[in-house]
Structures are given as structure tokens and as C-alpha cells.
């Protein structure tokens, strides 16, 4: 190389340095709540629509103290035709930009669609629901101050489909009610300090018990572990491996970069390690696929697991090889033998096309806008934050969008967590097509 | 080390770093200076093809010819508009160039984000057929077509760079862009010669990895570090220097972790780059001058 080019070389090396830098710090942000979670959190959705919107809209007030989930349906009209007056204002905290957005944006547009489809028809007692939007970027740092600008923009209600699971003591510093779309930690909606928290989805307790019950019903008694190297998943593997490790042998663990163009290394690692079945956890995204696509190639008969994300990422399936993904075992969310789940895939495919295929991302967060349609509802428009959450806490078997036929969702005034039980969490395989369908093999019960 | 799927593997990975290497290596001879941007270009390349195969129903050869043909434009237009104006302006400063360079790919990258969506489309199969297996190793067409290419390119242009007029206009400007002028050599042409080859080999190498992973607007950055570490490993002294480090490289990523585990390779990566860079900056391959 010439004296002028090592004089390029140092410079460039310099740029590049400081690119790997940037890189780097970029793809450490993510946190507690990542695609994972939030596919998990799918999996623990309820939806308020026990009728279609359209029946929604036409029915009348409620105005018992309990409501069961008929009466919250009911509930959920103004009068026909388009919504009208002062709006009531909900403000929702959407990564869609840095590492939540691949999950945040797909569950933010369905709230905003909810909320058009709300408005459309009759909207909350006459008047229109209007979404305000910010945005942390999966940042901790800059949460507080996306909260308090949606609580000066008028938020009556805040929702948060976020990557950073947001501390209680900053939830209860806002004072306003407060629910978790996607999020599986339910540590907002745990005591103390869990006046305003609301969560929907099944918590990550719940995993580990249902892939033991998945394990034993297969017959898998040692099981490799195939993981992305990220803060989230390694978070998760600490979480259930605490549990699963009672229940079965795990013979390897194996890491790779969360970018990995190659997983041929730590998978032939694995190969001899006579594994009954092979768990993939990752975020989702390329690298689920990635592991499946060379799974298929390396160990094509053992049976293959996956932690959560991919059942949620339509996108995802078709970068996957022609039957890469048959046969893979994960936890899901919808079942189409549940009649919510059913109502909500019409909903959605009038809104976004006969193609769109939902996922518990758009169930939760439906369900999310209908709650507190139902909430607004039941405190007869007083948008006081006490008003509201004792709103909140009346709800009763409310039937959910998602999770096995008949899950409903309720809240009580010492129970913020809105799941009825384990059957919240589908379990899915993925057929030929590679699409996933309920696993006949194990289903959680209720 | 004996078990072939593992050589595959880094043979495939190496043959696209090396592509990669060798279109920086172009524009380095050639002009003189580091093309950050040519991992914006694969990326580029590998997602509007997708994209338009994807999203728009194109046949797969035309959405390639396109791609291939945008990317060549970006590639002449990063000379044209971006480094040329700005060394002018700096009396020739490699610096504000290669900042300037480093701002494309970020620009492009985002361009590609909005334009094409920022999540990661499949990479496209250039022949449907199914994978062979070679001696107990299974290698892709893709895989096939990518490392058969990349050496019959680095052949191919071994013995224009030598043999040809072309290649010594190519040589003899990239080591002085002021002398060249001075002998009425047709500096800006070859320079932007160099920069038009640089794209097509860097779409080139990106939409036939995209098949691998997917490929999505971020791709750029990290493909664009492979590559400069391909550069920085083998060095700029001899065409082959590229190809070298490119396969250097794609033996690391693949043996590092299947020995010491995934966490290893990072690590591994880092004291190979700044071994060489503070050992041997010229890389493996140096150029040897006659005094």
C-alpha cells in the first residue's frame, strides 16, 4: 500500500471504528420488552368486542357497577353514524422508530385503525376518540418526557407500545391511567404503586410452565438452546430457564450476534449434543428465520421450538426457505376456533385488504382502544383519572380477541393484570406453507 | 476444522467479503480513497430487487438488470456530486470526502428505509433448484453462484488491471491524482470508472448475499465494515489482497464461534483488525516499489 493509501486506510479506519461504535450502541437499547415479549404478550389479549363494531355502535349505555363481558360490548356504542363534539383524547407512547419499532408500528397502526373504526361509528358517547402520539425510541431516558407531552396534549388515557417496559413510580407520577398493549412484564400493573397500571397480556411467569406441558406432551426430554446475543432474550432465558430446567435436560446453549448472516457454526455445536428438540429464542426477525433455514438443512428430523416472535411476524414467514419453518412449535395467540378472534380478523381485513393477516400485536391492541372505550363508557364520559380507573376495574369476562375460545379478561380494584388464566397463550405450529395453525398436540387450558 | 458444511460456510461468507473488498479496493486504486458507501450500495441493491420482486410483481432478471443499474447510478453519482465537489472545494481533502462519503451511506440507507420499507425483505434465489450436497456438505445455488463469481471476477479483473491499458490508466491515477493530471491523463474518467465498477460489483455481491439472511435498509453499515476489514486484512498491494481477507474473515465468523462459541467472535474480530492495523497496516498483500 502507498504512503497515500495507508493515509486512506487510517482515516478510513478511524470512520469505521466509530461506525462499529454506533452500531453497537444502537443494537444494546433494547430492553425488557422487545419483539419477544411483545409476540408474547399476543398471546395474552383480550378483546372487548364480544359483538362486531358495528353492534357496538348501536348499543346503548351500561350502567351496572359489574359489567360481564355482553354488557361490555354493549356499551361500547354513542349513537349511529359519525362521531362528533369535543373528543376524548388518548395518548399513546409508539416506538415507531429505533428497536421496538419492528412490533410497535404493526400494533400502533391497528390502534389508530380502532380508533378511526370507533369514530366512524358513533364513537364513544356521541364523541370522537383522537389519538396523540409519542415516541421514545425504546429510550428510558426520554420516556418521562413523552408522557408529560401527552399528558399536556390532553391525554385522558395513556397507552404505551413501547420497547422499554416504563417504571411504576413514573406510571403513578403521571396520574393518569395507564395500560400496557403488548407488554408482557406485568410489573406495572403489580403492587405497590399500581394505582394507574393496567396490563393485558399473559406475563412472562406463565411461559415457562406451558413449554414444560409443551416438552412433556412431545416427548422432548433434552433440549438445545439456539439464542440471538441480545439484553432482552438473554433477560428471558434467565427468566424461564429458572423453571424449565425442572422440567427438562438442556444439553446446549448456544449464542450468536443478533445480525448474523450465518449460523452454520453454533448449529453444527449443537448437532451432536443429542438433543430431542432444538429451541430457538431470539427477537424475531432474520435471525429466527436464519436458524430455521439452517436447522432445516442441518437436523432436519429433530423437532424444532421457537420462543414467541415469529408467530407474530407475518412479514417474516416468507423470508424463510419453502417448508423451513414446517413443524416448528411456538408460543402464539390466535386461534381461529376462537369467535372474537374470528369477529377481529373480518375487522381488520375490511380495514387493511384480504391479504393482511393479523397477529396478536393487532389483537391486544384493539382490544386495548375498546377497553377504554368501555371504561369512558362506564364512567358515563367523567374523564377523571379516579372516574376511569374505577371504570376500569368494574370490567368483568370481558371475551378476548385472542388466545383459546371463551378467554375473557377481567380487572378488580386489586387486580390490574386483565388475564383469566394460561389459556391466554396458544400454542402454534407451522404447517408446510409455513404458516402457523393451533398445535393439536398441547393447548394451555383455562 | 474437518467438517466441510463449516468451509461452505466460510468460503460463501468470504467470497461476499471479498466482493466487497475488491469494490473498495477499485475505487482505492482508482481514486485513491475509501468508498464507505459501498455497503449502502449492496444493500441497496439487494433490497430494490426484492422490493420490486416482492411488492411489485416483477420478474426476477429485469427487478436484478434495474437494481443493478440504479446502483451503478448512485455509485457514479457519489463521485459526480458528492466526492468530487467536495474535494475540489478542500483542495483535494480525503477527510471532508470520506465524511461526506460516510453521510451517503447513512443517506441512502434511509432513503432505502422510506422508499422500500424498513423491514428485511427475502433475498432472491437466482436459479430454483435445491440445494446439492457436495462430500456431506450442503451448499445453496446461491451460495454456488456466489463463490464461483467471485473468483472468476477476481481473475477477470487481475488480468485487466495487469494486462490492459485501461488498468495502468486505472493504477497510475489512483496513486497520484495531481501527477496524472499533469501527464493529461483522463483523471476524472478513470475515477469515475472506478466508482461505476465499484457499484456493480458491490450490487453484484449484495443481491446475491441477500439470499442468506434477507436484506433490509440497515444491512449497509455492517456489510460495509466486513468489507473494509477484508481491505484492512488483505490489503491494497495486489488485487488478490481483498479475496484473501474477504476468506480470512469468513473463516473467523465461522470457525471463531463453532470453537469458542458465538460471544468469542466479536472479540476475535476486533484483535485481528487492530492487529493488522497497528502490525501491518498494509495488510497481507503490500505493494512492493522498485527504488
Redo the contacts between chains.
Sequence with gaps: ??V??????????L??AT??VA?CGSSSTSKTTTAATAAATTAAGSTAAASTVASTAAAAVAGGSTTTAASAAGTAGGTAGPASGKPFIIGINADTTGPG??YSVPAFKTVQSTVDLVNSQGGVLGRPLKLVQGNDESDATKTPAVLAQLKDKGAIFLLSQQGAATPNALIQSTGLPFMTVTGVTADAAMPPNNTYGFVIANPLTQWAPTFCASFKAANVKKVAILAE?SATIKYLNGVLLKTMNNCVEIVAQ????I????L???I??IKGDGADAVWVTSSG???E??AFNTLA??MPSVQKFTLASIANEP??W??ANKGALNGVVGLGSLNDANVQTQKLREILKADRGADFVPTAFDAQAYDAVMIIKYAIEHANGDTSPQALVASMETMSAYPASFGAPGYTLSFSPTKHTAFSGECGIVMVQFDQTNTPKAWPVYQPSC | MD?P??W??AL??GSFFGLLGLAYYLV?IGA???N?AVGAYASLAGLLTSWLV?EKDFSLWPAIAIALAVTVVVAGATELLVVRPVQRRGRGS??AA??SV?AL?FVIAQFAGFEFG?????GQQLLDIE?VQIGGA?ITANALIMIVLTFAIFLLLAMLIRTTRAGRLLRAVG??NPVANMLGLPVHRVRLIAFLLCGLLAGVAGLL?SS???V?SSSG??W??SG?LA??IG???NIIGPLIGGIVLGML??????YW???A??IVLLVVAAAF?SLR???AF??R?RV
Excluded at chain 2, 424498513?118 to 427475502?122: E, F, G, S
Excluded at chain 2, 465468523?253 to 463453532?258: D, G, K, T
Design positions: 500500500m502507498t497515500r493509501h495507508s493515509k486512506s486506510l487510517r482515516l478510513a479506519f470512520a469505521t461506525l462499529m452500531a419499532a419492528p446475543d448456544e449464542v450468536a450476534p445480525n448474523s448472516s450465518d452454520t457454526a453454533p453444527s455445536r426477525g432474520p435471525f428465520v436464519l438443512q442441518l412479514d417474516i416468507k423470508l | 467438517q458444511q463449516l461452505v460456510s460463501t461468507q482505492l485513491g480513497f475509501f464507505i416482492v480525503e477527510l470520506l465524511v460516510t451511506l424498513y423491514t428485511t425483505l427475502p440445494p450442503i496513486d497520484s448475499f442468506q439472511a434477507g433490509s453499515l455492517g460495509a465494515i473494509f481491505v484492512v490489503g491494497a498491494g465468523q465461522i470457525f471463531v464461534p463453532y462459541g458465538g460471544n467472535t466479536n492495523f497496516p498494509q495488510g503490500a505493494q516499489v
